[in-house]
């Protein structure tokens, strides 16, 4: 079955510097590829996705990369904030219909005021 | 429009006994799904299910099982309980070809 690994498992930066979280996949027919955002006591939050017939989508400060051929996918957050401080989880599907997601172990991620 | 709801949202029972756990997607969702969060790691998935069917099950043993009713809400039952099912039961519902939405969760803690 699919394994998908994250890294790092916990980053921290300051306000306003970049953050990035990288994942690599196993299984070659995953071809969806979403982001979650998880506070403490709460459900993960989808903040980004992409399929795999795209290289690169952008949401204001949250940008995700996808290299199919190296099997690896990244978040990049710019500008961080305070309220960017959670933990943030990636995970493949090979439905596109995004469900049965194999999830990263995670990386907490804090910004320092 | 409410999110996934989930109930409930703390549960306390001891080794050996039976749990259901029940989650309504959101309007218009007819695919529920079930992970199951242990403290410190990623969400494993349980159950799919759709237009009350099971679509897919994950790598659990047979004392979990679930249901679809037909206003698309589901159960998580999970039999003769160990200590190693203490986690947080995530529900997420979606539309058949979009992204998946989470509930809050329950955290069951078996003692």
């Known amino acids: 079955g699919e394994n998908v690994e994250q890294h790092p498992s916990t980053l921290s930066v300051q306000e306003g510097d970049s953050a990035v979280i990288k994942c690599t996949y196993s299984?070659?027919?995953?071809?969806?590829f979403p982001w979650y955002k998880q506070e403490l006591g709460k459900g993960p939050q989808l903040i980004i996705d992409i399929r795999s017939n795209v290289g690169e989508k952008k949401d204001q400060r949250i940008a995700v990369t996808l290299n199919k051929t190296a099997k690896h996918f990244s978040l990049h957050i710019t500008e961080t904030q305070p309220e960017d401080s959670a933990v943030y989880f990636c995970?493949?599907?090979?439905?596109?219909?995004?469900?049965?997601?194999?999830f990263g172990g995670g990386t907490r991620l804090m910004v320092k005021p | 429009d409410a999110g996934v709801t989930q109930s409930p949202t703390h549960l306390i029972k001891t080794r050996g006994q039976q749990v259901t756990l029940r989650c309504s997607p959101i309007?218009?969702?007819?695919?529920v799904s079930w992970y199951q969060q242990v403290l410190g790691q990623g969400p494993q998935f349980i159950f799919q299910?759709?237009?009350?069917?099971?679509?897919g099950r994950g790598n659990f043993p047979d004392r979990f099982s679930a249901r679809q009713f037909p206003n698309y809400s589901s159960e998580l039952n999970v039999n003769a309980l160990l200590l190693g099912d203490s986690a947080l039961y995530l529900c997420a519902s979606s539309l058949v070809d979009n992204e998946q939405f989470f509930g809050p969760g329950t955290r069951l803690t078996v003692l």
């Open positions: 309007s218009g969702h007819k695919s």
């Open positions: 299910y759709y237009e009350k069917e099971e679509r």
């Open positions: 299984d070659s027919a995953s071809n969806y």
């Open positions: 995970a493949a599907s090979t439905n596109n219909a995004g469900n049965m997601l194999t």
